[in-house]
């Protein structure tokens, strides 16, 4: 047994010859003393010792055995997957005027169609639900409860084909928060509604000013009132977008909700992310207002701030855990409200990076989304693939102009992961034993 190389070793915050150990494969954190961990590197480990270190993949039979099992990773992901997951945009149109929205470039108020809502289904109940496998969607837009119609539609039909086939449907939101109140939150309950994301662009003085109505009115109030209504029908996440200049004001909302009543036992989770440049446009985009690369130095220090304050709320916040792009998943998809297929949200406003359609079937997008990026003797031997598997794609469209390279997280990582391990010891009401 050899140790892993997707593994960090961290001293121990209680020193006395003590380190953390993180397993980048399994997003595992275990504290053992440094005289263990250097049997396990000399191979002197008692058998149960070795057991116990193999089941978090801390130990492993060969380091090469495991660096050609992350090789083969998303194929078997797909084979041993029984959910397939869709992201489907219902429309491209919005009750706000995000001066920041990706989308912006290419929306033009476009609306799925009942037609093309039906192939959708025809094409989740033969391809999907038809062999055996669960379908979860994502609505999408837009603003997706601006098509609250095509939601009933496509989620009358799949749920009856779902119960028919002994298999499962449900979906998610991915709403501005501004339409979903009690009534239709419990409306779409019924119907499959199991989660929602609302977006909070921190408090009210600044979230007014980034995502106002079209008329120009702020929009806080509203999307408060109706989290407040909804939270104990639904799942909730909360996100936000925050800038260089503004995101230290971001725990002013979290206390708001405090204020409020929303307390972190109703929340699911809440992950601020910066502001990106816009989709869609061609070449290396403005990055003065937004972010291209997740290593700019502001944002290392922006992220761990905004992390250790939702914490310190008692919130909850992602940990660190192995990640890919969802264009490496076989089972997941985005259907535009056209029927045009992608990969990633993000890629609709490309149309060299359409995959195909719901009529026309999935083409080969093996280079034109170059799926075998990360697969290089740096990556593969870096500890840090698990939680990157070469970055986002997008960002590196923004950053060259195509998708020549990996968007490489490893100076972020280098800056930030022993922080986070760290403020999850601290900071979770569930401390590390």
Request: glycine share 8%; hydrophobic share 40%; net charge neutral.
């Amino acid at each position: 047994m050899e140790l892993s190389r997707y593994l960090k070793i961290y001293p121990s915050p209680r020193g006395e010859g003590r380190v953390i150990l993180f397993s980048t494969r399994r997003g595992a954190v275990l504290e053992l003393p440094e005289a263990l961990l250097e049997a396990a590197r000399q191979g002197n480990l008692a058998e149960d010792a070795a057991r116990q270190l193999a089941a978090l993949d801390i130990l492993v039979p060969s380091r090469e055995a495991e660096r050609e099992e992350m090789l083969s990773l998303f194929a078997n992901a797909a084979t041993r997957s029984r959910r397939f997951t869709a992201l489907v945009t219902l429309n491209l149109d919005c009750n706000l005027a995000c001066g920041y929205c990706y989308e912006d470039p290419f929306r033009q108020k476009r609306y799925m169609t009942d037609e093309t809502a039906d192939l959708l289904c025809d094409r989740l109940i033969d391809q999907q639900l038809d062999r055996g496998k669960d379908v979860v969607l994502e609505f999408y837009g837009g603003e997706p409860l601006l098509s609250i119609p095509l939601i009933r539609r496509i989620s009358h039909r799949l749920s009856e084909a779902a119960s028919h086939l002994g298999r499962n449907y449900s979906f998610n939101l991915v709403s501005n928060g501004t339409l979903l109140n009690r009534s239709v939150a419990e409306e779409l309950s019924s119907l499959g509604l199991r989660g929602a994301k609302f977006t909070l662009d921190g408090p009210r003085a600044i979230h007014d000013i980034q995502r106002p109505f079209v008329s120009g009115k702020g929009s806080f109030d509203c999307i408060v009132a109706n989290l407040k209504d909804v939270y104990s029908l639904v799942s909730v996440q909360i996100g936000g977008n925050f800038t260089r200049e503004n995101y230290r004001r971001f725990p002013l909302l979290l206390d708001y909700l405090l204020e409020q009543g929303i307390t972190p036992d109703k929340v699911a989770s809440v992950l601020f992310a910066p502001i990106t440049p816009k989709a869609g446009n061609e070449g290396i985009a403005d990055f003065s207002t937004g972010c291209a690369s997740i290593c700019e130095p502001w944002l290392i220090d922006a992220s761990l701030f905004l992390r250790a304050e939702i914490l310190k709320r008692g919130f909850n916040t992602p940990k660190p855990l192995p990640a890919g792009c969802m264009v490496e998943f076989t089972n997941s998809l985005v259907v535009a409200c056209d029927g045009s297929l992608f990969k990633c949200p993000a890629f609709m406003g490309w149309k060299e990076l359409r995959i195909g359609s719901l009529e026309e079937g999935i083409a080969d997008y093996h280079e034109s989304h170059r799926l075998d990026i990360w697969k290089n003797s740096e990556c593969l031997d870096c500890p840090y693939l698990p939680l990157c598997f070469g970055g986002c794609r997008f960002l590196r469209k923004l950053q060259t102009g195509t998708i020549d390279g990996v968007d490489c997280r490893r100076d972020y990582l280098d800056a930030t992961l022993e922080s986070i391990i760290r403020q999850d010891q601290e900071l979770r009401r569930v401390k590390l034993q």
